[in-house]
Nanobody, 124 residues
Framework: VQLQAFGGGLVQPGGSLRVSCAAC??????????MAWYRQAPGKQRELVAS???????NYIDSVKGRFTISRDNAKNTVYLQMNSLKPEDTAVHYC?????????????????WGQGTEVTVSS
């Protein structure tokens, strides 16, 4: 199973951007629990931006509340992060995360998976 991130790019302050991340595993039966987006700005530690549970319960760090929205499409095994009113301090490499269980011999075995990272740059 792999997580593939899409989106990202350069946007002006105040603009919007959406990043998405899909879990794929051809021929593999899997189940996804929590999904999330993290980000890592230059010279800083990776931080959790937003998370969403399977039923849809969400959590955000204070600095993005009211500006970012995390959502997921369970049928497509995809998580999205809609980012509005972007600020220069949102500039970072964004990583998707998911707790994914792969099916084997009657049970699901859960592991942590990370996407490859997509760069978001907010600059005029």
């Amino acid at each position: 199973v792999q997580l593939q991130a899409f989106g990202g790019g350069l946007v002006q302050p105040g603009g919007s951007l959406r990043v998405s991340c899909a879990a794929c595993g051809p021929g593999i039966m899997f189940s996804i629990k929590d999904m999330a987006w993290y980000r890592q700005a230059p010279g800083k530690q990776r931080e959790l931006v937003a998370s969403i549970s399977t039923p849809g319960t969400t959590n955000y760090i204070d600095s993005v509340k009211g500006r970012f929205t995390i959502s997921r499409d369970n049928a497509k095994n995809t998580v999205y992060l809609q980012m509005n009113s972007l600020k220069p301090e949102d500039t970072a490499v964004h990583y998707c995360y998911a707790e994914i269980g792969t099916y084997y011999s009657g049970s699901y075995y859960y592991y942590h998976y990370w996407g490859q990272g997509t760069e978001v740059t907010v600059s005029s």
